[in-house]
């Protein structure tokens, strides 16, 4: 085969597939340059380089330039020392490489299968790297293709320009069927480049994807009218979605149901019949959870900012309805809402609450040395500890109807004595460990140190010998040097011990 054919080549295979004619020069030289080799019989270095215009190639070995370790050169082969290769190029630096050109072989006698995998690889690379940059920007949005097969529960979609979907068993709706031929969309997640197998991960059980089909059946939301804030879904079952309208003049609601229920209805129908209720968004975190419930009634909401959770209390007939099948209503209003929702009938809220109101009293009666009187307005004006009757301002507790300024002074004076007696006898039980006679009484220890360790759990000259000489170094502030001395002279014991024996 001529040189000319070099070129013939490139430019049919460039065209078939669609890939850069510069790649297809890459993999016939590397096809070449791997001839080369298995001719010689050595794993040698091989450079081909191919004139793009004339078909032309020249042949060349080289010798990676590197630095010759005490038992000389790794891959001799393939390698020459820094000082060789600047005797012949003093210019020459370490990773360059040495060349010597020699004869080539014939592209023509070149073994059918090595060139044909070369180039094929080389081929299936660049058809990759075009996927991806093709998707790189479609990436978490949605995408629509053809199903081309299902294997175990994984289906693989033809998303057309030679691309390929998966869409993992995991990811698909539960008892959805998919078939060959069938359209289907779905929410581009990832995409990975990998050696072999798919690039472009698609979702239908993401709530991303549900957020996705309401943009396309609410035009409102593109012309950014209507903003879609968070979804949550139990995929092929039920799922929940909270919107907010930037036109006041506009119900974010009525408009994503659309006349009839048909816009619902379409995205519903994209969802193996996936129920979807639509919720009002409310920058009121407890307005918000009690949209979320919807259907369900709520009487009454008691958020605990610290714990992250809300207490929701319905009407007992309506509980069942509050939690949903499975606990399904529940779970999705907590993960739409992103706080701990624990739902209960009106009499378990109260009994729940009426405890919690009692303890507080009890926690202030003992605490102030007051009556249950006095104990149970500070209660029912919303303060729940010591610190805020101490620091909450003054005027803010004088205007409880039932206190005067006296009875406040007196109030803020018990709690500010009780937080005093609390932080002396917190300080007094850290400091009740004391240390034992043989860490006091041991070489190189001072009174002074013993008790810092001490205060660490350090009591004992055993409990010294089990620490690190960086532990003492960072924790007590002793230099490397005194600190392995004093391990070593607690550690003593041991080795006498271990004479012993």
């Known amino acids: 085969m001529e040189n000319k054919e070099i070129l013939l080549v490139a430019d049919t295979v460039s065209n078939e597939k669609g890939v850069d004619r510069e790649v297809i020069f890459e993999a016939i030289e590397a096809a070449l340059a ?12 091989v450079r081909v380089d191919i004139d793009r215009k004339t078909g032309d190639y020249d042949t060349y070995r080289r010798w990676e330039v590197v630095l010759s370790g005490d038992n000389g050169l790794e891959e001799p082969l393939r390698q020459t020392s820094l000082e060789a290769a600047q005797y012949e190029q003093p210019e020459i630096q370490l990773g360059e490489f040495i060349e010597e050109q020699i004869d080539s072989v014939e592209f023509g006698r070149i073994a059918a299968q090595t060139a044909k995998q070369v ?3 080389k081929v299936r690379e660049a058809e990759r790297r075009k996927v991806i940059d093709a998707y790189i920007e479609k990436e978490n949005s949605l995408v629509m293709g053809q199903v081309k097969r299902v ?4 289906v693989y979609v033809d998303l057309g320009d030679n691309a390929e979907g998966f869409i993992p068993r995991e990811e698909m709706i539960p008892r959805e069927s998919m078939r060959p031929g069938d359209r289907v969309r779905g929410f581009l997640y990832k995409i990975a480049s990998e050696v072999r197998g798919p690039q472009l991960f698609i979702s239908r059980t993401a709530p991303e ?3 996705e089909l309401f943009k396309l059946e609410v035009p409102e939301v593109g012309q950014g009218l209507i903003e879609i804030i968070a979804a949550a879904r139990d995929p092929g079952m039920r799922a929940k979605i909270a919107v907010k309208s930037n036109e006041p003049r506009m119900d974010p609601v009525g408009a994503c149901v659309g006349m009839r229920g048909s816009r619902v209805q379409s995205v519903s129908n994209e969802l193996a019949g996936e129920r979807v209720d639509i919720i009002l968004w409310d920058d009121n975190p407890a307005q918000f959870a009690v949209n979320a419930m919807s259907p369900a009634e709520v009487t009454s909401i008691v958020i ?10 319905v009407p007992e007939d309506k509980l069942s309805q509050a ?4 606990g399904q209503n529940i779970k999705l209003a907590s993960q739409l809402t992103g706080w701990t929702l624990n739902v209960m009938d009106e009499a378990a809220a109260e009994e729940k609450s009426e405890g919690e109101s009692r303890q507080l009293v009890e926690n202030f009666m003992e605490q102030l040395d007051v009556d249950e009187e006095v104990a149970v307005i500070l209660v029912q004006e919303g303060l729940t500890t010591i610190d805020e009757v101490a620091y909450i301002p003054e005027a803010e507790l004088v205007e409880i109807d039932e206190f005067d300024e006296d ?5 803020r004076g018990r709690a500010r004595d009780a937080l005093l007696t609390l932080a002396i006898a917190k300080e007094a039980a850290s400091g009740s460990v004391k240390p034992q006679d043989d860490l006091l009484n041991m070489e190189f220890m001072t009174d002074e140190l013993a008790n810092q360790l001490s205060k660490r759990g350090i009591c004992s000259m055993e409990d010294l010998a089990e ?3 960086d532990e003492l170094e960072e924790n007590e502030g002793l230099d490397a040097e005194f600190a392995g001395q004093l391990i070593m002279k607690a550690r003593e014991p041991w080795f006498a011990e271990d004479g012993a024996k």
């Open 119 to 121: 180039i094929v690889q």
């Open 209 to 211: 994807f549900l957020m």
């Open 323 to 326: 939690i949903g099948r499975g």
């Open 151 to 154: 294997e175990r529960g994984n």
């Open 34 to 45: 791997s001839a080369t080799k298995k001719k010689r019989g050595q794993e040698i270095e």
């Open 467 to 469: 620490q690190s000489t």
């Open 407 to 411: 009875i406040v002074k007196e109030l």
């Open 304 to 313: 605990d900012e610290e714990k992250g959770s809300m207490d929701i209390a």
